[in-house]
């Protein structure tokens, strides 16, 4: 799965450019949001120079959305936008519920343990196809994957600027060098 570019400051990544379809200058897009209508519903799109995008036509095909973008006529213009990812300005979002927030609103939060002591701050949100990941970077530079479920950070304070994480055990052990694997010849039984 590719990793994507950070997002330009006060904007969310919403969908991205993939492949032309057709000579006529349509591209296929990746949608980032359940709501379809996200595509024109917060006005134009921007890449991350700025550029703006207009979405004058789409259509779903399987997990994409084919769509002609105003000013794009033909297949080269077309191919040249491939990878393009497109963001909205984070206002133009409305305002989540109580219990709901937007991961771009999670990243720079404090990552506090279960003991309350800080044990970073969330650097980034993944998905690499088996749920929500969070990222987050520690003092000393290393960075950890921890998932994002409600088993794992039950806490969720993005007023009061922190998440926390569940005391499971495993979840920040430390791998022993020692310890082998089930598949290890060396591994005594």
């Known amino acids: 799965m590719r990793n994507h570019s950070p ?10 450019i993939g492949a032309a379809s057709g000579i006529k200058g349509e591209v296929r897009i990746k949608l980032y949001s359940n709501d379809p209508a996200a595509l024109t519903a917060y006005g134009d799109l921007q890449d991350a120079a700025g550029t703006s995008y207009r979405v004058t036509r789409s259509r779903p095909v399987k997990a994409v959305f084919v769509c002609a973008l105003q000013g794009i006529n033909d297949r080269s213009s077309a191919e040249a936008l491939t990878r393009t990812q497109l963001y909205i300005h984070r206002d133009r979002l409305p305002e989540p519920d109580s219990d709901e927030f ?3 609103d999670l990243i720079g939060l404090d990552v506090r343990q279960a003991d309350g002591d800080t044990l970073g701050t969330v650097l980034a949100m993944h998905d690499f196809g088996a749920g929500d990941i969070l990222e987050i970077a520690t003092p000393d530079d290393d960075s950890l994957m921890i998932p994002f479920s409600l088993a794992a950070v039950p806490v969720v304070d993005v007023a009061g600027g922190f998440v926390q994480l569940a005391d499971l055990p495993g979840l920040l052990d430390d791998v022993d060098p020692d310890d082998h694997g089930p598949d290890d010849p060396d591994k005594e039984l």
């Not at 997002?7 to 991205?16: H, K």
């Open 7 to 16: 997002a330009p400051d006060g904007m969310v990544l919403i969908a991205e």
């Open 102 to 104: 937007y991961h771009i």
